[in-house]
């Protein structure tokens, strides 16, 4: 029993920085826009929450001139235009969520510059704790090395924590709208059921009345 607990004890170590390491995961994604169209991504993000985001186009190194130029819009999940530009080969937009939901960015060739085949756009969306300015915060508090680390570990902790309580609400609001869903949908098909067996009935007494008329019964 103590080796299981010595054991376990040697582990959180790691698991919390794996949970470290995946919370400030932030890499760069390549978007192919094509030549005709948008190309959008989406990120579900709740309340209250920091993004920053770069983008850029990915010149071709033979010939960077070639490069065309595009536009980039981000709206949020209420359809509100939170960044917009045109004809730019890069940029960055920053701002804070207001409401829950998933927050569109959207990318298109530019119509000065159209282009024969596909745009490549770098983008580095970074959102909650990686979106922080840590190097700003440890001038500001004067701390580094080990106690920085710390910091960003319990920024990235309490980040986690957040989303689960996020996660929790929402799962509240799926499981309160199924059954909202599922009650419906009893009454339906008991209201169905109804309908059925009055038209039954009815065509039972129309059939009589009419084999009556006719003295076949």
């Known amino acids: ?18 949970i470290y390491v ?11 826009v094509p030549s005709t169209g948008t190309k959008c991504v989406s990120e579900d993000i709740k ?21 065309p130029n595009i ?12 960044y917009h530009q045109e004809n730019v080969t890069h940029g960055q937009f920053a701002f804070t969520t207001t409401e829950a939901g998933n927050y569109l960015a959207c990318f298109w060739v530019d119509e000065n510059h159209k282009a024969t085949t596909g745009v490549s756009v770098s983008l580095d969306w970074r959102t909650g704790i990686a979106a922080k300015d840590w190097e700003t915060v440890a ?11 710390l910091r960003k570990l319990e920024g990235a902790i309490d980040a986690i924590h957040q989303n689960l309580i996020y996660l ?3 799962e509240a609001d799926m499981r309160e709208v199924s059954e909202t869903t599922n009650g419906r949908v009893a009454w339906y098909s ?5 309908v059925c067996i009055a038209v039954s009935v009815m065509q039972v007494f129309h059939l009589k009345r009419y084999f009556r008329k006719k003295k076949l019964i």
Do not use: C, H
Not at 190 to 194: K, Y
């Open 168 to 170: 929790k609400s929402r």
């Open 1 to 18: 029993m103590a080796n299981k607990v010595k054991a376990r004890s040697q582990l959180i170590p790691y698991v919390v920085l794996i």
């Open 139 to 149: 001038r500001k508090e004067k701390i580094e090395g080990v106690e920085l680390e």
């Open 47 to 67: 309340q209250n929450v920091v993004v920053i985001a770069d983008f850029s186009v990915v010149s071709d190194d033979s010939n960077p001139q070639t490069s």
């Open 190 to 194: 008991i209201m169905s059921i109804g």
């Open 22 to 32: 995946v919370s400030n995961y932030g890499g760069a994604v390549w978007l192919e």
């Open 71 to 82: 536009a980039a819009r981000v709206t949020s999940p209420y359809g509100n235009n939170l």
